[in-house]
């Protein structure tokens, strides 16, 4: 089953685990009042040179980071063949995987045993065309789905159950996040050509646009400048995140109103704004920014009382909020299969994250990792069961607790 495209990167590649050298801004305390955002600083010094190191960040391991780690292989049956994972919601030991792929919620228990589908694909009532994205609202114990063609916002029960439907109208969007007394709609391609940010209430009243559109690279043809990025804009675990393209700020959603959260320097990795405006080709564009390791997307932000970790085009970056300290990553890497992963996703409504292994490529993975690095226990016992897998199984999904 085809999955979305993943970086993934043997561990033995690298030497150890390598931390760039630090540059420390001032204490962060969280930002409350949204007046100002926060300062997160990147890394010093690596080569005689101020700013981030334009080499192998290292890696972000396991067990160093995270407080717990489960494996949960995906139930596989007719009704739940999944082609790619757009998005994972939790709430009360239950998953929703949402599959744009085949426009399916599939909702399973915690331990990946298989409860129900959610596939109404059609035109009429309580049906959609396609489904752009899932949230939780924790308040009132539903499921809430972005649907398009037509636009409008279908509730579940968390066992897979419709509730009821409301419509947006002549508005679309590309994310939702619900906080149970709004629900917030990201617009980051101004199709509905008003701001970036809707504000709603549960019974999608219209309540206000709010935050301004950012920055683009003016000379897009095509829209080729949007390859960068292929995670969420919009995630959740206690607080709502936003964040966009040529923008290093993230948002947080709450209130019914949106304020910048946290202000991210990147020292010299960081997009010269006049790039933006500059007469280059598109083409030109993308490899003078991958040529110099310029930052120019932010995805999946999860956070703690201690750190913020995020996805960009050039690696994971977790940040210290008390020194301000942020440091950047290659990849993440599992200490039971010694194999590792950037396509890593935020399970929403949770503090937990998951990279999601198809089962094939997981084996592939395994065979080389155990020509460069040592047999133990636990991992033969994880590969035999692996071995016993069939290819076109659901695939595996490691989720971290931050």
């Known amino acids: 089953m085809p999955m979305k495209p993943t970086i993934f990167i043997l561990c033995f590649i690298l ?8 540059a420390r801004d001032h204490d962060i305390p969280e930002n409350r009042g949204g007046a100002q955002p926060e300062k997160l600083s990147g890394p010093g010094k690596t080569d005689g040179n101020s700013g981030m190191s334009k080499e192998a960040g290292g890696v972000l391991e396991d067990t160093v980071f995270f407080k717990s780690k489960k494996i949960i292989p995906l139930e596989t049956n007719d009704l739940a063949l999944i082609g790619q994972i757009d998005r994972i919601c939790m709430a009360e030991d239950t998953l929703f995987v949402l599959d744009q792929q085949s426009n399916s919620v599939i909702v399973y228990d915690k331990d990946g045993k298989y409860i129900n589908r959610i596939r109404n694909v059609g035109k009429g009532p309580k049906e959609y065309i396609n489904i752009g994205d899932i949230s939780v609202d924790n308040l009132n114990k539903e499921l809430v789905v972005l649907c398009a063609h037509p636009s409008k916002v279908q509730f579940y029960s968390y066992q897979g159950k419709f509730l009821r439907e ?25 199709v509905n050509k008003k701001k970036e940010v809707a504000v709603y209430d549960r019974q999608l009243n219209h309540k206000a646009d709010i935050l301004e559109h950012g920055k683009v690279f003016e000379n897009n043809e ?3 400048v949007t390859l960068f990025g292929h995670g969420n804009s919009m995630t959740q675990d206690s607080s709502i995140h936003i964040v966009r393209g040529f923008d290093n700020t993230i948002y947080e959603a709450k209130y019914g109103k949106v304020y910048p959260k946290y202000k991210l320097d990147f020292k010299e990795c960081t997009l010269p704004e006049s790039l933006l405006e500059s007469k280059m080709k598109p083409f030109e564009f993308l490899d003078l920014c991958r040529e110099k390791h310029y930052v120019v997307s932010l ?3 999860i956070e703690n009382s201690r750190r913020v970790l995020f996805t960009t085009n050039i690696g994971l970056f977790v940040c210290d909020k008390q020194s301000g300290e942020m440091t950047r990553h290659l990849f993440l890497l599992d200490s039971t299969v010694d194999v590792g992963s950037s396509n890593v996703q935020v399970i929403g409504n949770t503090n937990k994250i998951v990279v999601a292994w198809p089962v094939a490529r997981l084996k592939n993975m395994m065979d080389v990792s155990l020509e460069h690095s040592s047999k133990n226990k636990l991992k033969m016992e994880f590969i035999n069961k692996l071995n016993a897998m069939d290819d076109e199984n659901n695939p595996i999904l490691f989720i971290y607790e931050l």
């Open 166 to 190: 409301e419509s947006l109208g002549e508005r679309y969007y590309s994310h939702l996040g619900t906080d149970g007394r709004y629900i917030y709609f990201h617009d980051n391609t101004n």
């Open 299 to 301: 995805e999946e932000v």
């Open 15 to 22: 030497f150890t685990c390598y931390k760039n050298s630090n």
């Open 222 to 224: 095509l829209g080729t």
